[in-house]
């Protein structure tokens, strides 16, 4: 018979935890390999269906688990207006833009050429590590921390950040994660502000 529970335990870097049955009962065993979509990570809390099985020790496991609810709180296969569609954010014209921006400022003599150089190499890095992480996510291999990422940007990998969200789908709908994100790309273009205004001096 086919049960609802909630994950009362997750370890998302290990990839598995405990779900507990709605109205009582043992809870069971699960891991990300017994999900059927892996359109997302689960996370504690996450409402799930599934059946239940024995293993050779006797321990109860969910097999066949399948998410109840979307993020939202709605029940999964539903859309709403701005739900599950197109990311409307424009991420892969603002990076690009914004490194040709740098580029033409480097020419016009406004920055240094490092600065577009270390633009171009930590985006090429952050887009990797992005596509690193999106692979771990699907095939159950660790991951990259998410600090890692969100250091990469706020050092100057933000462009290559965007285009990987934009291109991997990935890191672009989780709402902590983008406040985060925006907050150090704003303090890097703060920073590139300061630089380009002459608060970074080399001596000649």
């Not at 409307?88 to 580029?103: E, K, Y």
Request: charged share 20%; hydrophobic share 45%.
């Amino acid at each position: 018979m086919r049960q609802q529970g909630r994950l009362s335990e997750w370890n998302d870097a290990r990839g598995f935890g405990f779900v507990q049955p709605n109205g009582g009962g043992d809870r069971c065993f699960v891991h990300i390999r017994a999900f059927a979509a892996r359109d997302r990570r689960p996370a504690l809390n996450d409402v799930i269906t599934y059946d239940v099985q024995r293993d050779g020790k006797g321990r109860l496991n969910a097999v066949n688990v399948r998410f109840a609810l979307q993020r939202d709180g709605l029940r999964a296969g539903t859309t709403t207006k701005g739900n599950g569609g197109p990311d409307r954010l424009p991420r892969r014209t603002i990076a690009l833009l914004f490194l040709a921006g740098v580029a033409a400022a480097s020419f016009a003599g406004y920055c240094p050429l490092w600065i577009v150089i270390a633009y171009l190499g930590l985006s090429a890095l952050t887009f990797l590590f992005y596509w690193h992480d999106k692979s771990a996510a699907q095939h159950d291999r660790r991951r990259t921390p998410e600090s890692t990422l969100q250091a990469m940007a706020l050092l100057g990998g933000w462009p290559g950040a965007l285009l990987a969200q934009a291109v991997l789908r990935h890191k672009n709908r989780k709402a902590s994660f983008q406040t985060t994100f925006w907050v150090a790309v704003l303090v890097n273009l703060v920073a590139m502000a300061w630089i380009a205004g002459g608060g970074l001096s080399i001596a000649g």
